[in-house]
């Protein structure tokens, strides 16, 4: 006789997802939480990141305004003011998160939990409860590197609790998290330089969607330096002394490391009892998120999958649908839509031209234009819009687009590339004008068709 049939390690969207569900088909369900309830998502993610994100546009909007006929007079950001309105949020969805997991009749423990066998957890206060189940949410972690003088460095997470805006910050990474806080910091008036190893940042990213954004981040005033990567930083005076790999020093007032995140999965006794992990650490599971210990599952970032909060929401109602519920679900990974909040933003759903191109030949329609607000603002900006059809069936394979409201136009058209729309279905559709969006249905020539290489 177990004390509970699921035990959920982690409180964020997909544990949280997962025990609520269970515990209203009936299960009797607990979930530990080390840290806040939420995730994150909602603590140190999507959440804030975007109402920063909200914030930084105002830079824009008012230095649009006289574009518009608009008198603008002296503006200012303040920081504390903004963070403490934050905060507020954010406590009020941690509050509601627990409310939810309360209506539904599961177990809450405010403390780390840790398995001792494959159905026994352990309290960080030394209590153990049995479970028939035990699912890992427990998300991920910001990654440090081994560099000399890392520890001077913050974080992603450590990002939205600075008790002061920097006056010149340099951020290290080239991924989307890097790259949205510097567009963010670049907004709320730091002085913003970047430092990317590569060749051009958004690694895994359509090739014309990182050159473009990449192009717009430098014309915002961004120092984007490709090819440079960092070797130590010291502290002095308060400030900070950056060298980087290429021999030259600089000081700044602050360090932003932001070099993607890794599986929260170290300490949890997973290895012990006999849970496959990977390479960084995460949990090995099948299409059903069950790990190679039958009674574990896991969900999330934990297994590095796909690591976006809606995905680990599908997942955790997945696996409570089939062990609750007797209805095996596998979670849908195909064609999941994506938006990266940098300035401008980035909406993306389905292939990007070079990996559609590895597998069949496809046409390529592509459109750049400034959009009316920009063109009466002044603003050297521009929205870029790509569609890649398959050149066989005309399935619409990938679309990406880059500009104002990127993020809401992409979780349409996901719909059109799930229901396997072809080209012609979207040049069939009527364009609303005037819109950034008609433009998805109006493009009517490709720009090239790339051949997929004939094996040998």
């Known amino acids: 006789m ?7 390690i982690g409180g964020g969207s997909g544990g ?12 009797a369900v607990a979930l530990a939480e080390q840290s806040r309830m939420g995730g994150t998502c ?16 105002f830079s824009d909007h008012f230095t649009d305004a006289p574009g518009f006929g608009w008198s603008v007079g002296e503006t200012g950001f303040d920081w504390q003011r903004f963070r403490d309105a934050k905060d507020r949020e954010i406590l009020r969805l941690e509050q ?36 028939k189940y035990v699912l890992i949410a427990t998300g ?23 008790e002061a805006l920097p006056e010149r910050v340099l951020i290290v990474g080239g991924g989307y998290i890097a790259c949205e806080f510097a567009g963010i910091l670049n907004g709320m008036g730091c002085s913003v330089t970047q430092y990317y190893r590569g060749e051009q940042i958004l690694r895994g990213f359509d090739l014309d969607i990182r050159q473009h954004v990449a192009t717009a981040m430098k014309k915002r005033g961004i120092d984007l330096r490709l090819g440079a990567d960092l070797e130590c930083i010291t502290k002095s005076a308060g400030r900070l002394a950056v060298t980087d ?9 602050m360090v932003l490391a932001a070099l993607g995140r890794r599986p929260n999965t170290e300490g949890l006794g997973l290895g012990t009892i006999g849970v496959e992990l990977g390479p960084t650490g995460e949990v090995v599971v099948d299409a059903y998120s069950q790990s190679s210990v039958p009674s574990v599952f896991a969900v999330g970032d934990a297994t590095d999958r796909i690591n976006l909060t809606p995905v680990a929401i ?53 459109t750049e234009f400034r959009p009316l607000a920009a063109v009466l603002a002044g603003r050297d900006e521009s929205v870029l819009m790509k569609l890649i059809v398959d050149c066989g069936n005309r399935r619409v394979l990938g679309v990406h687009i880059v500009g104002p409201v990127a993020g809401e136009l992409i979780q349409l058209a996901a719909i059109a590339v799930k229901m396997q729309a072809t080209k012609e279905d979207f040049d069939r559709t009527v364009a609303v004008h005037p819109t950034i969006s008609e433009e998805l249905v109006t493009m009517k020539t490709p720009v090239r068709i790339t051949a997929s290489p004939r094996p040998h």
Not at 245 to 253: A, L, M, V, Y
Not at 314 to 322: D, K, L, P, Q
């Open 2 to 8: 177990f004390d509970f049939d699921l035990f959920v």
């Open 16 to 27: 949280v997802r997962a025990a609520r569900l269970a515990a209203e088909a009936g299960a």
């Open 42 to 57: 909602v603590i140190r993610g999507c959440v804030p990141k975007k109402l920063m994100v909200n914030a930084a546009d």
């Open 96 to 131: 509601l998160y627990r409310s939810n997991l309360n209506r539904a009749g599961v177990k809450i423990f405010d403390q780390r939990a840790v398995l001792e066998d494959a159905h026994c957890v352990r309290l960080a206060d030394g209590t153990r409860k049995s479970a």
């Open 140 to 162: 991920g972690f910001p990654y440090r590197p081994p560099v000399s003088g890392i520890e001077h460095a913050i974080s992603s997470d450590d990002i939205f609790e600075v």
């Open 245 to 253: 790999k290429n021999g030259g020093t600089e000081e700044f007032d």
């Open 314 to 366: 599908r997942e955790g109602a997945a696996f409570a649908e089939t062990i609750f519920n007797a209805n095996r679900t596998v979670a849908d990974h195909e064609n999941v839509a994506t938006a990266v909040f940098t300035r401008p933003e980035i909406g993306t759903v389905g292939l990007t031209e070079e990996a559609a191109a590895r597998v069949t030949e496809v046409a390529v329609y592509r």
